[in-house]
């Protein structure tokens, strides 16, 4: 998001001041609760992309699936998605995260094993939908849990290790579920993948606290400094009466139309890149799914990287746009190369990957900062599930374009033009001053 002019500038200095860094408040929070974080997210992302997999190795052929059904399939997880976002995020402010993750973790677990029973793409569908369902209010969730344990020059990088989870699993999920198929089939690669979200609901309930309050592990020198540091940020963030107010807001609304458009072409990219790939280099699905990997690696270097510099400089919307519009000319310049030059696009293919992942880190953490604790939650919902309309079309429109005109290549321009107008969207994303003077009551929404 941009950087506040004149007092919006001010207000944000001032929170920065106000929140002592992070080996002031201790990292204790750090080495116990980040990678519990990682690892549940990783298994959400896990069951959710693996599809694309088990489509390039052999589910489409087996089941007689045509383009445009496999893309309906795989797509039909965002419509769940986009439904629980907003009703998961509310539970999760308003009673318990915890719960919420163990929960889901347990039926996201089965739903994802019991796709390798079924044998047509109705029942697939329908399950591919639940499963959407129960896995819609993970990343809110995680994002207001987030929240509540770490400060705003800690967010971007906390924020990035959670959403590592998306690139390092796609990174060893696309090469080792290529050899399990290779193995055992789809089949067995389903069921296989499915069952350690079960086992690992039992480790999050026991070891994740909802708050540093509640927290039985947390030195108490570290807790109350982070309470305290927590407590003071909020007096610098333009209160907002309300949720809907919240949802209604300029920020909100904009955000929740970027991000659609940045999912579109991440989600058109992760759901075909490894039949793109198979079709492209004629390698069998377990070279395929090492060979698509490689974007993935990249991303996860500059996730890194970004939000580092991103939390360092206490700014947002600079370590977001530009990465986007990287995104949309290298998707461009591979629409330009076409097929018959495959190495070649692949290797713009693999820039335009990392350059869509790079921003998540500072786009979540800037989320939470624009608005009040209290909505910032439902708020990231709301734009998340957006996201999951982005994520819809993208694994939808790819295939259909692609069946449509017999190519590749054209759905490439397709993920250029929405990457392209989601940079364009961020800078008119502004924080709004809030006047000292002010009563709390009457302060402007952000």
Request: no cysteine; proline share 5%; charged share 10%.
């Amino acid at each position: 998001m941009t950087e506040p002019h004149s007092g919006a500038a001010v207000r944000q200095d001032a929170a920065s001041a106000s929140s002592p860094a992070p080996s002031e408040l201790g990292r204790q929070r750090w080495s116990h609760l980040l990678p519990i974080v990682f690892i549940t997210y990783s298994l959400a992302y896990l069951d959710r992309s693996n599809f694309s997999i088990a489509v390039a190795g052999g589910l489409k052929s087996d089941l007689g699936l045509s383009s445009g059904l496999a893309s309906l399939v795989g797509a039909s997880f965002f419509l769940g998605y986009f439904l629980f976002q907003i009703p998961g995020a509310l539970y999760a402010e308003r009673r318990s995260v915890n719960s919420l993750i163990f929960w889901s973790l347990i039926a996201w677990g089965a739903l994802a094993s019991i796709q390798a029973a079924l044998t047509s793409a109705t029942a697939l569908i329908v399950v591919r939908f639940l499963l959407g369902v129960v896995e819609g209010a993970i990343l809110p969730a995680m994002v207001i849990l987030l929240s509540r344990w770490f400060t705003k020059r800690e967010r971007g990088r906390a924020n990035s290790v959670l959403i590592l989870g998306n690139p390092v699993t796609v990174l060893w999920l696309t090469a080792v579920s290529g050899y399990l198929i290779d193995l055992t089939s789809w089949r067995g690669m389903f069921l296989i993948e499915g069952l350690p979200a079960i086992a690992w609901a039992f480790v999050f309930r026991a070891l994740v606290a909802d708050s540093p309050e509640r927290s039985t592990w947390l030195d108490p020198a570290e807790k109350s400094a982070v309470t305290a540091a927590l407590e003071a940020e909020q007096q610098h963030i333009t209160p907002v009466n309300g949720y809907l107010e919240a949802f209604r807001s300029r920020n909100v609304v904009m955000l929740s139309v970027q991000y659609l458009l940045w999912s579109l072409g991440v989600y058109g990219f992760v759901f075909w890149l490894p039949s793109i790939v198979k079709a492209g280099s004629g390698a069998g699905i377990g070279a395929t799914g090492l060979i698509s990997a490689a974007p993935y690696a990249l991303a996860v270097v500059l996730m890194v990287v970004n939000s580092r510099f991103s939390d360092r400089a206490g700014s947002r919307n600079r370590f977001v746009w530009p990465w986007l519009a990287l995104g949309a000319a290298a998707f461009y310049g591979s629409y330009l190369l076409g097929s018959s030059h495959f190495w070649l696009s692949f290797v713009l293919l693999v820039i335009a990957g990392g350059a869509m992942y790079a921003p998540y880190g500072p786009y979540f953490a800037n989320i939470s900062e624009l608005l009040p604790r209290t909505v910032a939650g439902p708020s990231v919902a709301l734009i998340n599930s957006f996201g999951a309309l982005g994520g819809f079309l993208g694994s939808y429109l790819v295939g259909w374009v692609d069946g449509a005109t017999g190519t590749e290549g054209t759905s490439f321009l397709v993920l250029a033009v929405a990457l392209l107008l989601s940079a364009l969207i961020m800078p008119f994303v502004r924080a709004r001053a809030v006047s000292p003077a002010a009563p709390a009551h009457v302060r402007p929404a952000a």
